[in-house]
């Protein structure tokens, strides 16, 4: 079964299979039609961002607007705004 809600950037997603499986990230970019890059902020930052299999992710219904806004802003701005955006959206604790 398709997932409804669509894979996008500044999608918050989490991981169901892998190492990280159950981690909260957020859609950076789409780079094909199978493949995501992600980052959680934190220990997968905009600099190096995780590639992800989109089988291999649950889509949310959150988004963090900043993603979809200004895909080329600062780095460190982005990272920030993806942990604010997860802390908001409940996804992440710390």
């Known amino acids: 079964m398709k997932n409804p809600i669509p894979i996008e950037t500044g999608r918050i ?10 981690t909260a990230y957020a859609v950076l970019s789409l780079p094909s039609e199978d493949r995501v890059l992600v980052a959680d902020g934190k220990t997968r930052t905009c600099d190096h961002p995780k590639k992800k299999n989109v089988r291999h992710l649950a889509a949310k219904p959150d988004r963090i607007p900043e993603l ?20 908001a959206a409940g996804y992440l604790t710390t």
Request: proline share 3%; glycine share 10%.
């Open 13 to 22: 997603v989490i991981s169901k299979a892998g190492r990280d499986k159950g």
């Open 68 to 87: 979809a806004e200004e895909p080329k802003a600062e780095t460190r701005r982005l990272d920030e705004a993806i942990r604010q955006g997860l802390k």
